[in-house]
């Protein structure tokens, strides 16, 4: 069964930074998409950013310039570097991970605070 294990959430304070990974239990080259999702209490689902295996990027507008998506396939992993933190960015972040047969998986979750 393909596992999705998420690390790096925590508190942070506004304006800092944290980096999320993601690590797969399969070959990430498996997945045409691997990305992050997150949900905020009361909130639905929302994608932050994804990547395809040919490293084409797209992100969320409330995230653009501050967050950046990165995959290593020689790892099994992917990343999200969070900058500029602001409050309305706390959430449990999701990560996902989409095959070429359009199978989709989900990690558990990490989550991320940001508070003074």
């Known amino acids: 069964q393909v596992q999705l294990v998420e690390s790096g959430g925590g508190l942070v304070q506004p304006g800092g930074s944290l980096r999320l990974s993601c690590i797969a239990s399969?070959?990430?080259?498996?997945?045409?998409?691997m990305g992050w999702h997150r949900q905020a209490p009361g909130m639905e689902r929302e994608l932050v950013a994804f990547?395809?295996?040919?490293?084409?990027?797209r992100y969320a507008d409330p995230v653009k310039g501050r967050f950046t998506i990165s995959r290593d396939n020689a790892k099994n992993t992917v990343y999200l570097q969070m900058n500029s933190l602001k409050p309305e960015d706390a959430a449990v972040y999701y990560c996902?991970?989409?095959?070429?047969?359009?199978?989709?998986?989900w990690g558990q979750g990490t989550q991320v605070t940001v508070s003074s």
């Open positions: 996902n991970a989409v095959t070429y047969r359009n199978e989709p998986y």
């Open positions: 399969i070959s990430s080259r498996e997945f045409y998409t």
């Open positions: 990547i395809t295996n040919g490293g084409t990027t």
